[in-house]
């Protein structure tokens, strides 16, 4: 099935000037944070973020030779690069020499799929710059595994007749297109004969432009036609033309015909096209009252013929008609991506009633490979109610719609596609259909609208995930939604026969009935390279991944970075490999799933931490004070981390901003060790921006919202895989650098950021310049001594191995003090490449890293309205305005000096939602047991302490709506301001048990 195929192909999708894809962006008023940074863009190429699952495998009508690395059989005496899109500009091989033959070529650092190249021509000179086709024309040739043998994919058949003497007439930047069968390659090139101009004793030749791209096409369409039987109509069913068919009428009746097409060589595959012939008085369809036509590959020449889809959309036929057939009626299936030799349809001929024989016919067969296919756009479908307006919600229109208005009421409504053979998917798209006066949504209130699935033909249907982003309607509340509108989820892959979308259909208030609507339901397989072979036993990406950052430029500044779920860089890829440790086992009691061995701020109070090693760990877990953006270790505390078995820190804002090629986050940092009897009042925010050349830049923001100051925060701590990057060097102020090992252990292994030349390097060899590194640009610490209340000594580089887990640690540490109300930003930088590039890089960023306090106001924090909804019984407060309705409140977008969060919670048991600034308020809690003796100074401390247990499941923290003031730190002189109490009454929504939630102040 697929992996068989996706074996092949392991392939970040990318786009020129792409944006993010899936839900891209949530709570982005939040994100309005980040300082401007003095880097502009340098040479970037090619972007992508992704929300979900990760990206795509084949890019489509994008030139992947863009982000490759180009080399040439000469240098010659005019250089210009042939990947960079300009065919005006070019290269060519004039050296002197008269070689038999030239080449121009392209190496890409990962494979892709292609079947389309374009070659330029570079300019003609009075001496020579073409090809000489007088023994062959030019070829295309590609690379199948990296670094290997070079084979021919085809000649440039329209490039013309050229001599010593004569150029062809070529003009300058002249293209020629080159259809080449599918091939997974890792590099293209041009190759021919240089010309010699009669009377020279050099030849050379010239380029304007190589390109390479995958564009979905017939596969078919070159191939050979073979069929059941020879029939007495004969036009070709492999021409895209439905108007002329083939039938296999033969005076016999067999009891089955096929239509097949061999491939010129082995193709992906994943969709094919089958149009019926004609229908005639006595015959010439597919008979169904045995079963639906199939389409059937060979996965091998010659090989067994096996089932991949049935045409379930055909129509129910019999011996004694057609169903409504209509002649070239076409039927498109999808299936899971398989490598095909050939492809057929097979069905039953009908042997039509009173007749001795049986015939079928053809139109048209096709088949192609298509990146994202939907899955259900020849499904069956089927609903849970017939309705009153009855369009198709499974013809990729959205703006047509299905209701179940049928005037009774329904306490559950469901719409169904449904597959002959199975098909692997991982998302699902599900399109509102309109709401009308009376309904025609989802009643959200006991639960939003679930897509389920069928792993079995006719078998039960299973929850595999809820629209979250489905607004929060009610019987008598539309909740904004509009025509069409979608809705996307992603899980964990699997193989269905059926896909629906359930739902309580709303009961608008007077009305005798409730009815939903649909526009349209899809499902897709996402390839995506979430590869569990690179991270330690028993860990599973999907659980981490959040998004990814794709940068294709060359073979050395070419990366892939991932984020979390708490926002943490979890992987980073580039020319060395996986940067980031396997991580622990899930065994061992540091077990972290990218909790601990990841990039991340680390945010701690030396006082409150208490390393009493003279206690077991369980009671040094819950005295520790460490507050990691990543979350809680998932080895600690497994009871009641056993209801989700991991908890990330949950992220309350993130989005990619196409325009700043950037991804943003919001998380709330959690203790890691637990259970803990400290509370974490941190807010994390982080910006990873693509600047171009390899270069990666990260800003933090840290907003302590708690009641205790932070006096150390390492910014960022993390560390790099040895058995890819083993050597470590530091910078000096000359801008060289030294080579420095040991261990993370020894407090020798420390340096004042002053002392260096602002940066670091991990590399595969720091004595050799060549070798690819990751640099780590700190800075030199610009504004020591400036503000002692707010950096009260000097910031250091800290390395060493931290003989465990294939992990060299690496980290700033940051000797700020963060005081509670405030908040702070850091900006540093990462450089992938050769140490000698990362050297140069480095050295000019240095001087970029900056940090200091944020200066937030009600004056320019910006303003989030929030209105009030029914939702469960409850009255609550949202972001999504409510059709005639003026806001209820305002907060503030940004984290004002003593201002407070205001999250958004949900009993997972209840499902009530409950608001508050206190992230613990509603949280499992437990005594903590003082393990200290009544007589040592240390027991006043712990005595009557309490275990926070937040992350155990109990509760969701669904949202942050903004910032609101304490009384005593409120301009009520200047702006208008209300109690929060005073304005969200309903007491289960929000409690408000204390005066400090009494009179917390948000504007009007």
């Known amino acids: 099935m697929k992996k068989t195929f996706t074996a092949l192909l392991v392939l970040p999708l990318l786009f020129i ?40 495998q084949t890019p489509v009508n994008t030139n992947i030779l863009y982000y490759g690395k180009e080399s040439w059989s000469r240098a010659g005496n005019i250089d210009a690069s042939f990947i960079d899109g300009d065919v005006m500009t070019h290269r060519v091989t004039m050296d002197g020499t008269a070689p038999a033959q030239d080449w121009y070529a392209v190496t890409l650092p990962v494979p892709y799929l292609i079947n389309k190249v374009v070659y330029a021509h570079g300019k003609n000179y009075a001496d020579g710059g073409w090809f000489d086709t007088s023994s062959d024309k030019p070829k295309i040739q590609v690379q199948t595994a990296p670094g290997g043998a070079w084979t021919d994919a085809a000649t440039i058949a329209a490039y013309p007749a050229t001599g010593p003497g004569n150029g062809g007439g070529l003009a300058q ?7 080449i069968e599918a091939t997974v390659v890792y590099g293209v090139r041009v190759v021919g004969k240089p010309v010699q101009v009669t009377g020279k004793t050099y030849a050379f030749s010239s380029i304007g432009e190589l390109q390479a791209s995958y564009v979905p096409r017939n596969a078919a369409l070159n191939g050979t036609a073979s069929y059941s039987r020879a029939g007495n109509i004969n036009a070709s069913y492999m021409d895209g033309s439905f108007a002329t068919h083939r039938v296999t009428m033969d005076g016999t009746a067999p009891a089955a015909d096929w239509y097949a097409v061999t491939f010129a060589k082995a193709q992906p595959i994943n969709k094919v096209l089958y149009a019926h012939g004609k229908s005639y008085a006595d015959g010439g369809w597919f008979d169904t009252s045995g079963g639906k036509p199939k389409i059937q590959v060979q996965t091998s020449a010659g090989g067994a013929w096996t089932d991949v889809a049935t045409i379930s959309q055909y129509p129910a036929t019999t011996s004694a008609g057609d169903g409504g057939l209509t002649d070239g009626q076409a039927f498109e299936v999808v299936f899971d991506t398989v490598q095909a030799v050939a492809v057929r349809v097979i069905g039953k001929p009908v042997q039509y009633t009173g007749k001795t024989y049986a015939f079928s016919s053809i139109a048209e067969l096709q088949a192609s490979f298509a990146p994202e296919a939907n899955a259900l756009l020849q499904a069956t479908p089927s609903y849970s109610r017939a309705g009153n307006i009855a369009a198709s919600y499974l013809d990729g229109d959205f703006n047509t719609h299905r209701v179940t208005w049928d005037g009774t009421v329904q306490t559950s409504d469901w719409y169904a596609a449904t597959l002959g053979l199975p098909v692997t998917i991982n998302k699902v798209i599900y399109a509102h259909g309109k709401n009308y006066a009376d309904g025609g949504w989802f009643n959200a209130s006991a639960g939003k609208p679930k897509i389920q699935v069928q792993t079995s033909a006719g078998g039960a249907w299973t929850d595999v995930a809820t ?3 489905y607004p929060a309607t009610t019987d008598g509340n539309g909740g904004g939604l509009t025509q069409g509108q979608r809705f996307e989820v992603r899980f964990d892959p699997v193989s269905v026969y059926g896909v629906r979308v359930i739902g309580t259909p709303a009961h608008y208030p007077g009305t005798t009935f409730s009815f939903s609507s649909i526009g349209e339901l899809q499902a897709f397989y996402d390839e995506v390279d979430l590869d569990n072979g690179k991270w330690a036993a028993g860990l599973n990406e999907r659980h981490v991944y959040q998004a990814s950052i794709v940068h294709r430029q060359t073979a050395d500044t070419s990366w892939e970075l991932r984020l979390g779920k708490g926002g943490q860089i979890y992987s980073l890829t580039g020319p060395f490999g996986e940067a980031i440790p396997p991580q622990s086992p899930v065994t061992t009691p540091r077990s972290g799933g990218w909790i601990d061995e990841v990039i991340q701020p680390v945010a701690i109070n030396r006082g409150l931490n ?46 990619w901003d196409a325009s700043d090629k950037s991804y943003s986050m919001l998380s709330w940092g959690q203790q890691a060790h637990i259970p803990s009897i400290h509370r974490s009042g941190i807010l994390y925010y982080e910006k990873v921006r693509d600047i171009g050349d390899g270069i990666i830049e990260v800003t933090y923001v840290i907003s302590n919202f708690g009641t205790e100051r932070i006096d150390d925060i390492t910014l960022p701590w993390g560390g790099v895989r040895k058995s890819n990057l083993p050597d470590h060097v530091v910078s000096d102020t000359s801008g060289d650098y030294t080579a420095i090992g040991g261990d993370f252990s020894d407090p020798s292994n420390r340096i004042a950021l002053d002392e260096t030349g602002g940066w670091a390097a991990f590399a595969q060899n720091a004595s050799n310049p060549g070798s690819y590194a990751l640099g780590w640009v700190f800075g030199q610490d610009k504004h020591y001594g400036e503000d002692t209340d707010f950096q009260y000594a000097k910031n250091t580089w800290a390395w060493g191995d931290a003989n465990r887990d294939d992990y060299i640690v690496g980290g700033v540490g940051g000797n700020f003090y963060l005081e509670p109300g405030q908040t702070m930003y850091y900006r540093h930088y990462w450089v992938v490449g050769t140490l000698a590039d990362v050297q140069d890089k480095a050295n000019a960023l240095a001087d970029s890293v900056d940090y200091g306090l944020l200066d937030i106001t009600e004056a320019n924090a910006g303003l989030i309205p929030l209105y009030t909804i029914s939702v469960g019984g409850q009255t609550i407060l949202t972001r999504e305005p409510q059709s005639g309705h003026s806001p209820a409140l305002r907060t503030y977008a940004k984290p004002v000096a003593g201002s407070k969060p205001l999250f958004l919670m949900q009993d997972t048991t209840t499902g009530a939602y409950k608001l508050s600034f206190d992230p613990y308020e509603f949280a499992d809690k437990a005594a ?31 949202d942050l709506l903004g910032f609101a003031m304490p009384a005593d ?23 408000g048990p204390t005066a400090a939630h009494q009179t917390l102040k948000v504007r009007s």
């Open 928 to 958: 903590f047991a003082n393990p200290y003796a009544p007589s040592d100074p240390q027991y006043s401390t712990y005595q009557n302490r309490t275990l926070y247990k937040q992350y155990d499941g109990t509760m969701a923290y669904a």
């Open 467 to 469: 629209l979250t982003d």
């Open 969 to 991: 730190l409120a301009d009520t002189a200047s702006y208008g301001y209300v109690n929060l109490y005073d304005v969200v009454t309903d007491r289960s929504f929000y409690p």
């Open 610 to 655: 208490n390393p009493d090693t003279q206690f077991s760990q369980s009671v040094y877990d819950s005295m520790a004070y460490y507050i990691h953006q990543a979350g809680v270790y998932e080895g600690k505390d497994t009871t009641a981390l056993g209801r989700n078995g991991f908890f990330y820190s949950p992220k309350l804002a993130y989005g």
């Open 173 to 179: 930047g002249q293209t020629f297109e080159i259809q």
């Open 17 to 56: 000037n792409a944006h993010a894809y899936g839900q891209a962006s949530q709570n982005a008023d939040l994100l309005q944070i980040f300082p401007t940074s003095p880097e502009a863009p340098h040479n970037a190429s090619a972007w992508e973020a992704t929300s979900a699952d990760g990206p795509l």
